[in-house]
């Protein structure tokens, strides 16, 4: 029979990846999945513009010389904001990024303040302010830039608490902001939050609708590919920090992963084999 699953790598600088990944593999359509975090360079809310418009093409390019995706999903709003139009231009494959979900946010609130949580660089990115420019003109928008909050969802894949102050830091932030007490939508502009959505409400003064783009992003990559109905297959699993990925191996265990890989360092990116938590 011939294997009509589609070969998908998800990309992002750490496990954040891991909510998109979720949303895809919960969609019900026949993807094989492979999974690459850049996590040497984590996080990657704290570089420039210049590092990562370098780095995520050239090491996009080479795992996709390995491992032949058919698409590959940019699941990272930090590196998609700066870097999709670099990434795409490198590869000759369709390449699905993912962005703030401002568009649905806007159009659930209610109250017409919408927070808006992201990492330090996607916060005040160009991309970020034409978002809102275009679909919450008449909308107040209150951000939050943190990269501790990217941290604790690392701790808490690690199977760690989360750093409870990021998350006290990040819901002052917001609903402690001039009219930030009628924030009633609060748009999760980084794929690692969607992992604290759990703590982040119970720390928040009110109930709010918390958005992110998971699923938008799991249609999305159907329509591309054309992608069959069926169960999807879980593959490979490479990391830049082979130490980091021992750490937070687990959360991929228990996500059907059984392949892990180490990246080597710029400019070869080569893999090779990474012993399981277990085996070391
Ligand atoms: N998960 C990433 C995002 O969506 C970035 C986290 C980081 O700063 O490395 O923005």
Same mark, same amino acid.
């Given at each position: 029979?011939?294997? /009509?699953?589609?070969?998908? *790598? ?5 496990? #954040? ?24 360079? *984590? ?12 780095? =995520?093409?050239? *090491? %996009? ?22 870097? %999709?139009?670099?990434?795409? $231009? ?5 390449? =699905?990024?993912?962005? +703030? ?11 017409? =303040?919408?927070?808006?949580? $992201?990492? +330090?660089?996607? =916060? ?8 809102? $420019?275009?679909? /919450?003109?008449?909308?107040?928008? @209150? ?8 941290? $604790? ?5 690690? #199977? ?5 102050? /990021? @998350? ?14 009628? @924030? ?13 959505? &759990?703590?982040?409400?119970?720390? &928040? ?9 998971? !699923?938008?992003? /799991? ?11 069926? &169960? ?11 130490? #980091? ?7 991929? !265990? ?12 710029? +400019?070869?990116?080569? %893999?090779?084999? *990474? ?6």
């Amino acid at each position: 029979m011939v294997n /009509a699953a589609k070969r998908v *790598l998800v990309f992002d600088s750490g496990v #954040g990846g891991l909510s998109v990944f979720d949303a895809i593999a919960a969609s019900g359509k026949a993807f094989e999945l492979d999974y690459a975090a850049d996590n040497a360079w *984590l996080p990657y809310g704290l570089k420039t513009d210049e590092q990562l418009r370098d780095r =995520v093409p050239a *090491l %996009l390019t080479r795992l996709a010389a390995q491992w032949a995706p058919e698409a590959v999903v940019v699941a990272c709003n930090t590196a998609s904001t700066i870097a %999709l139009e670099q990434v795409r $231009a490198a590869l000759n494959i369709p390449v =699905v990024g993912v962005v +703030p979900p401002i568009k649905p946010a806007a159009a659930a609130t209610r109250t017409g =303040v919408i927070g808006l949580l $992201a990492t +330090p660089a996607t =916060v005040q990115r160009a991309y970020t302010n034409d978002l809102i $420019a275009q679909f /919450a003109g008449d909308k107040r928008v @209150i951000r939050f830039g943190s990269a501790a909050l990217v941290e $604790a969802a690392e701790r808490k894949l690690r #199977g760690d608490d989360p750093d409870q102050s /990021a @998350i006290t830091e990040a819901i002052g932030g917001l609903f402690g902001a001039p009219g930030g007490a009628e @924030i009633d939508v609060v748009a999760l502009a980084c794929t690692h939050f969607p992992l604290l959505a &759990a703590e982040l409400a119970d720390a &928040a003064p009110r109930p709010c609708v918390w958005m992110d783009s998971g !699923e938008a992003i /799991a249609r999305r990559l159907a329509h591309v590919l054309i992608a069959e109905e069926g &169960a999807p297959r879980v593959r490979r699993a490479a990391f830049t920090s082979g130490d #980091g990925a021992r750490a937070s191996l687990r959360a991929f !265990e228990t996500r059907g992963f059984s392949d892990f890989s180490h990246i080597a360092e710029a +400019p070869s990116f080569a %893999l090779t084999s *990474l012993a399981r938590a277990s085996q070391v």
